[in-house]
């Protein structure tokens, strides 16, 4: 085999080699770091749910916020989550969360001031999570569905805040059956 031949097989080699490498790595980030979105349509009905005895009856804004840790669309409300967090609590909204039941994992350090209640009277029948109720001061269900449509929320496309802003002044807010698309894990145990 002459020299120039040998070159050219080596580089091809080479080129190859580096070829498959980088598809590797590229396979992997992609199925450890990227996850596709899956638009769910979601039927959230809040009539089974109650706040446990000690919480019921008149009293602050309750929000109790629904999350499973293997979700990845919790990634997407957290830093909102948060932002509500640090923008109601000093206006007397106190923070709840119900992790999904069987499932473990904890939130963020950003979301410590949400007080864990180990289960809420209906929330087995809840359909997805991420997902939020809220109370009014008189203790009735005003709000039980998603934190937005879409991949992620934010305050642009929240529904959160003017349930909050309506209750904080005042205004009675009944939106106890909603129906939205996005990004949502199902919150029944699996039959697996």
Not at 47 to 70: E, M, N, Q, Y
Not at 149 to 158: A, D, K, R
Not at 170 to 187: E, Q
Request: aromatic residues 10%; charged residues 10%; hydrophobic residues 40%.
């Amino acid at each position: 085999m002459r020299p120039s031949h040998r070159t050219t097989l080596l580089a091809s080699l080479l080129a190859l080699g580096c070829a498959i490498v980088l598809w590797v790595a590229y396979d992997w980030f992609q199925g450890r770091f990227l996850r596709a979105f899956s638009q769910h349509t979601a039927i959230f009905s809040g009539d089974p749910l109650r706040l446990p005895a000690d919480l019921a009856g008149p009293g602050a804004i309750r929000l109790v916020h629904f999350w499973d840790p293997a979700c990845p669309c919790n990634v997407g409300n957290q830093q909102h989550l948060s932002e509500l967090v640090d923008k109601y609590v000093p206006q007397g909204v106190e923070f709840y969360a119900v992790q999904k039941p069987g499932s473990h994992g904890q939130l963020p350090a950003t979301l410590n001031n949400l007080k864990p209640l180990p289960s809420l009277p209906g929330s087995s029948q809840i359909p997805a999570s991420p997902a939020v109720a809220i109370w009014d001061r008189s203790g009735q269900l005003a709000y039980f569905g998603p934190y937005s449509e879409g991949l992620t929320c934010n305050s642009s496309n929240s529904f959160i805040e003017p349930i909050l802003e309506a209750l904080s002044g005042g205004r009675a807010v009944n939106a106890t059956h909603t129906m939205a698309v996005g990004c949502y894990c199902p919150w029944a145990p699996s039959d697996k």
